[in-house]
């Protein structure tokens, strides 16, 4: 990878003291979220962000180094701060502005252009959306109005998104229930089941939407037999077969995108995230040029309209993303390094079987799962005090997530997988006392808590502040 992408291991100074930290939460909590503060301090992901490149960030008050595997799920494929991509940025501002999202631009073309090179198969138009959510819900629309049906297949845990179409779709009721009555002619079957699906569908759906990798539920790999079951199932129907690689797209599983692994090739499938290069919001969704599909967008062209996706400024920025990511071929790396880290995880496994249930993922798409859910905290808490930023999954949190940048180097995943090591180690030393617990089922009950977990390792975090403040510890300042 580019020397550009490579962090200092060591800072010296503080920019910022713990005093003024404070502050800076407790004026967060009042205008934003207190609960979010609480619930970062309590897995010690408190951290800001300063310094960002390649696959680290520094704390401005510990003035640690943090190696981000968690990319803000994906996000930041060709690095943080990619300098590439921050130039793009620049020069495009010397020229353009966001550009009304009514008009034609040379920059929409140019990337709806390379999307469509770039694609698997015969995807070939494209529709741009303000975000992943906003993608699938154009997805949804799309799929709806083209086909006359309003059913929508989804999957038990699958994640889609926080927006209206997109919430309704998210296969767990912990997103949903708050925001009840949805949109309704939504239903859920098992990931990975073909008979369940086959036994749900019928000719009044109107699409099936999966992820080829579900990254919320935990990191499960949809089975390549499963995805082409799914696409004959929609030819018979008449049904819109839709694949959200929002997380799995641009070589973050080691292909260029995820569903290359099956040969299947969706009506619609919806980008993001990485598409953006964590600089400048886009996304966009990418379908088959068909009668139906292609006849419905051509008679209703504002039938999903957005003014920060394809804007002039995005598509130059995604430009620079696409040409990096292709120039340095990074899902090969994506291939290599996230074989080298899997290898390492599956060691693990056989050597702590009380504590590591299961490894799985693709590419730099990896979920190492514990036995039980309250591990996750625990080890999100282990890795943070040792240098890796990294979050357990939201649908199911005895599941650790690592997604790097794709740009990472071997000397990088030496000390990630070290990392890794000492914080199960680190862990161990606590379960002595959690597990017996564990056995009674009111208390593994509470001990998986997300509300319990949060009140306990702030309890701990204050007692271990406390010990440390005096002198302000390693590094920092009080």
Partial sequence: MSDQQTLPAKKTGAAMTRK????????????????????????????????????????????????????????????????????????????????????????????????????PGDLNRVLFAAGGGDAVDGAIKLARGATGRAEIISTIKGYHGHTGFALGANGKEHY????????????????????????????????????????????????????????????????????????????????????????????????????????????????????????????????????????????????????????QRLWENAAQMGARLKDALLTLQSENPAIVKDVRGRGLMIGIEYLHEFMGPMMSDALAKNGIFAAYSGNAPQVMRFMMPLVVTHEEMDRVIAIIRQAVAAMKQLLPLALPAAKIPPVLKMLNSERVQTVLFNWIRKVEDAFTRPGAGKGGRP
């Fill in 176 to 327: 949903r229930h708050y925001c009840e009555p949805l949109i309704p002619e939504f239903q859920f079957v098992p990931f990975n089941d073909l008979k369940a699906m086959r036994q749900a569908a019928s000719e009044r759906t109107a699409a099936i939407i999966i992820e080829p990798i579900q990254g919320e539920a935990g990191i499960f790999v949809a089975d390549d037999d499963y995805l082409r079951g799914l696409r004959e199932l929609c030819d018979r129907l008449g049904s819109v077969l839709i694949f959200d690689e929002i997380q799995t797209g641009f070589g973050r599983t080691g292909r260029l995108f995820a569903s290359e692994y099956s040969g299947v090739v969706p009506d619609i499938m919806t980008v993001g995230k990485s598409l953006s290069g964590g600089i400048f919001p886009n996304a966009a969704m990418l379908y088959r040029d068909t009668a139906q599909l292609t006849g419905y967008v051509e008679r209703n062209p504002e039938f999903h309209y957005t003014y920060t996706g394809g804007s002039d400024l995005a598509c130059r920025v995604s430009l620079a993303v696409l040409d990096f990511l292709t120039t």
């Fill in 20 to 119: 003024e930290k404070a502050e800076l939460e407790r004026t967060f909590g009042r205008y934003l979220n207190r609960g979010q503060v609480k619930y970062l301090k309590a897995g010690h992901l408190d951290v800001l962000e300063t310094e960002r490149l390649g696959i680290r960030f520094v704390d401005p008050v510990s003035v640690k180094p943090f190696i981000d595997c968690f990319t803000s799920a994906g996000s930041f494929n060709v690095g943080r701060h990619n300098p590439a991509v921050l130039a793009a940025l620049e020069r495009a501002t010397a020229e353009l502005d966001m550009g009304d999202h009514h008009l034609i631009s040379p920059a929409k073309v140019a990337l709806a252009k390379r999307l469509v090179e770039l694609a």
